[in-house]
T-cell receptor, first 110, second 113 residues
Framework: DAKTTQPNSMESNEEEPVHLPCNHS???????IHWYRQLPSQGPEYVIH???SNVNNRMASLAIAEDRKSSTLILHRATLRDAAVYYC???????????FGSGTRLLVRP | EPEVTQTPSHQVTQMGQEVILRCVPI?????FYWYRQILGQKVEFLVS????????KSEIFDDQFSVERPDGSNFTLKIRSTKLEDSAMYFC???????????FGPGTRLTVL
């Protein structure tokens, strides 16, 4: 399984944008980039995913580098409810399992 | 909004006992999953299930574990003879198709004494 590297923790101020980076230098051409988050005492929650092009949805934006070796999850205006552990996951096209790493713990200051 | 539900929320059992964890996936979803998270550790994939068969399983999912879809709505994880190290939060998830986003339930906390 291809590996991802994320910072252990990041801090943000409420109502400011947050850019969460992820490195995946060993990504293969058929690996999808998924982001999930886990709020305290809850199950993981889907955020966004993409393959090559940047993606936007109501929760976030995903910016994928041209060489696909890194990606950035963008929360446009952080709220206190966005405080969670954010996981960047590579899912191979032939498999549906999600392999979670340690993720980035996002702290949002009021 | 449809959601995955799990029962019980907390299960306490004695080592060596059998436990069954229950999940009701979202009704039109076809793919089902179990994950677990030992306290303070990563979320770990256990098994995926489609069309009444196991699609993939991890090394953790040994002969002590089994999954079943006994009727049209429930999806269960059975641990035959629990060990202390099985203590964890167990999450059920489902997806409409395999490549769609997975929706996770709130989890069952299993405590093995």
């Amino acid at each position: 399984d291809a590996k991802t590297t994320q910072p252990n923790s990041m801090e943000s101020n409420e109502e400011e944008p947050v850019h969460l980076p992820c490195n995946h230098s060993t990504i293969s051409g058929t690996d999808y980039i998924h982001w999930y988050r886990q709020l305290p005492s809850q199950g993981p929650e889907y955020v966004i995913h993409g393959l090559t092009s940047n993606v936007n949805n109501r929760m976030a934006s995903l910016a994928i580098a041209e060489d696909r070796k890194s990606s950035t999850l963008i929360l446009h205006r952080a709220t206190l409810r966005d405080a969670a552990v954010y996981y960047c996951i590579l899912r191979h096209d032939s498999s549906y399992k999600l392999i979670f790493g340690s993720g980035t713990r996002l702290l949002v200051r009021p | 909004e449809p959601e995955v539900t799990q029962t019980p929320s907390h299960q306490v059992t004695q080592m060596g006992q059998e436990v069954i964890l229950r999940c009701v996936p979202i009704s039109n979803h076809l793919y089902f999953y179990w994950y677990r998270q030992i306290l303070g550790q990563k979320v770990e994939f256990l098994v995926s299930f489609y069309n009444n068969e196991i699609s993939e399983k991890s090394e953790i999912f040994d002969d002590q574990f089994s999954v079943e879809r006994p009727d049209g709505s429930n999806f269960t994880l059975k641990i035959r003879s629990t060990k202390l190290e099985d203590s964890a939060m167990y999450f059920c998830a489902s997806s409409e198709l395999g490549y769609n986003e997975q929706f996770f339930g709130p989890g069952t906390r299993l405590t093995v004494l």
